[in-house]
């Protein structure tokens, strides 16, 4: 059983920064999702095992960047130029196997969110 913890969630106005994190120790492709208030749950950003493979929504594309330290065991979210519309619980997830995946079922684990509000 893999436990991820994320850490790193906060308020910030328009235009500031965060940066998440989620330690995890193993060989899993990483994952970080989205859900908004009455939304579905979204991928933001994925990273393989290697971290040398990345994928990005489009709404995120510029501003944020996911990577990894695999001396830490650690998968890093940085986000900046947050709007308004980025205010969400944050998640970050884990898959068996090194590749990069963006669909919610191909996770195996889950944390237990963190809270990313941005004001105007």
């Known amino acids: 059983q893999v436990q991820l913890v994320e850490s790193g969630g906060g308020l910030v106005q328009a235009g500031g920064s965060l940066r998440l994190s989620c330690a995890a120790s193993?060989?899993?492709?990483m994952g970080w999702f989205r859900q908004a208030p009455g939304k579905e749950r979204e991928v933001v950003a994925a990273?393989?095992?290697?971290?040398?493979?990345?994928y990005y929504a489009d709404s995120v594309k510029g501003r944020f960047t996911i990577s990894r330290d695999m001396a830490k065991n650690t998968v890093y979210l940085q986000m900046n130029s947050l709007k308004p519309e980025d205010t969400a619980v944050y998640y970050c997830?884990?898959?068996?196997?090194?590749?990069?995946?963006?669909?919610?079922?191909?996770?195996?684990?889950w944390g237990q969110g963190t809270q990313v509000t941005v004001s105007p």
């Open positions: 193993g060989r899993y492709a």
């Open positions: 990273i393989s095992w290697s971290g040398g493979s990345t």
């Open positions: 997830a884990a898959r068996s196997g090194g590749a990069v995946v963006t669909r919610l079922r191909e996770y195996d684990y």
